[in-house]
């Protein structure tokens, strides 16, 4: 077991507390627009994952492991800390990474995570704010009690203060990366930084409302401590700068038993996803929409075929590997713009729907 006497969790205590005074001190969390069932969302989601699910996953590991694997407990014990910490950090958050993702693009997932998203301002409790099944089903966390049971207590409480810090300060308002876009003398470090770290604004971004903005990628930057995993898997975006706009396109602002407790508990809003008979209807069609195009705009055109704005996204593709295509207006005037979603010239008709009539 681990034999740290809690210090890791007095760690991340602590560097809570740190930039919630960083925040006080700054107005920001004066000047907040979170509602009474934001604040219960989110720092009910943090002391119920501390205090409930993490052990409650190492303590069902742990006692698996001992009924079936006894033979392998403890095997890395005499592991150097040093060896264990960078393999045990590496796993964890390539896991993160590659659950986080599926969050995105699978539907059930979404729904536990998209409360996440429904935070219309950043802060460090963002990032305890998903459904508790979300947390439960969290294959990192699960590693976390494997390691443990391995012998690797110490690499894992290490680890979890570390991650912590960087996961924390990302979510956060203290944009402590702001001055190295600024600087020209900074920038040679940021521009290094950013690319093994994740920083506030490579995931603000992944926070901001809409592409249209230049800076927001809803869809890609899935990182948690390390932006190698988005560089590697190609859903990495670095700007440099911050979203003006955060949260959900289309956002009925659910009760949060309903965002926390999916799919044991469903909203009774007949708008939103999380309720028992939700459906994105397909509104594709198959003939192209023509459209008045002013030069110089940006569009948002739709590719999952699900928006209520056709041609244009209205943020439904949000749990599927759909993702919008963003295009700049070239001239003033009337085009056809694609709406059977077949198009090979995205987001242009390119006569393709003629297929769909043979």
Sequence with gaps: MIKTDNIDALLVIGILIFFGLIEIISGKLKKTN?????WIQEMGGFFTLSLLIKPFI???????GNLL???????FIAESLWLAFPIYLLLDDVLQYWYHRSAHEYKFLWKLHRAHHQAEEMGFFISYRNA??????????????????LGAGK???????????IIIGSHSTLKWDKPFYQYAVLKPIIAVLQRIIVTPAFHHAHHG????????????NFGNMFSLWDQMFGSATFTGTYPEKYGLVIDPKEHWTAAYFYPFVKSKDQKSELTK????????????????LIKGEKYLWCQCGKSNNQPFCDGSHHGSKFKPVLFEAKKDGEVKLCNCKITKTAPFCDGSHRELRD
């Design 155 to 165: 690499a894992v409480a290490l680890s979890l203060v570390v991650k912590q810090l």
């Design 34 to 38: 979170r509602s009474t069932g934001d």
């Design 209 to 220: 409302k809409t592409k249209l903005d230049g800076v927001s990628d809803p869809n890609g």
């Design 277 to 292: 008979a939700f459906v994105h209807g397909k509104t594709a069609t198959i003939d192209p929409v023509k459209i008045e």
């Design 132 to 149: 508790g099944l979300y947390y439960l089903m969290m294959p990192n966390i699960w590693w976390i009690g494997i390691a443990v049971f």
């Design 58 to 64: 190492v303590l069902i590991v742990m006692t698996i």
């Design 69 to 75: 694997f006894s033979e392998f407990q403890n095997v």
